[in-house]
């Protein structure tokens, strides 16, 4: 099993930043493909951002690129998602995820492990 917790949401104007940290325990974090995912009020869960096992490869949704960034640091079993120019449309909990294999996949069911998520919510 890996047990994922997020931390880091919060109140922030639109236009501000803020970094989404998800600490992950249990079985080798390296060995897993990471995911960042949201769901606001009423919508269905969607795809934010995907990252390989090493941190080289990384794949977004076209409405956070150029503004979110996702890395990892596997030393430390963190999984980090900074968010810049934060509009009010990036109002959610976002979700962190982790599932097997290589690919940088976005559909919810491709991944196996999931946080119980943190509220993002972005003011205008």
């Known amino acids: 099993q890996l047990q994922l917790v997020e931390s880091g949401g919060g109140l922030v104007q639109a236009g501000g930043s803020l970094r989404l940290s998800c600490a992950a325990s249990?079985?080798?974090?390296?060995?897993?493909?990471m995911g960042w995912f949201r769901q606001a009020p009423g919508k269905e869960r969607e795809f934010v951002a995907a990252l390989s096992r090493d941190g080289s490869s990384t794949r977004y949704a076209d409405s956070v690129r150029g503004r979110f960034t996702i890395f990892r640091e596997n030393a430390k079993k963190l999984l980090i998602l900074q968010m810049n120019s934060l509009k009010p449309e990036d109002t959610a909990v976002y979700y962190c995820a982790a599932k097997n294999g290589v690919l940088l996949q976005v559909s919810v069911p491709s991944y196996d492990y999931w946080g119980q998520g943190t509220q993002v919510t972005v003011s205008s």
């Open positions: 249990g079985r080798t974090f390296s060995s897993y493909v």
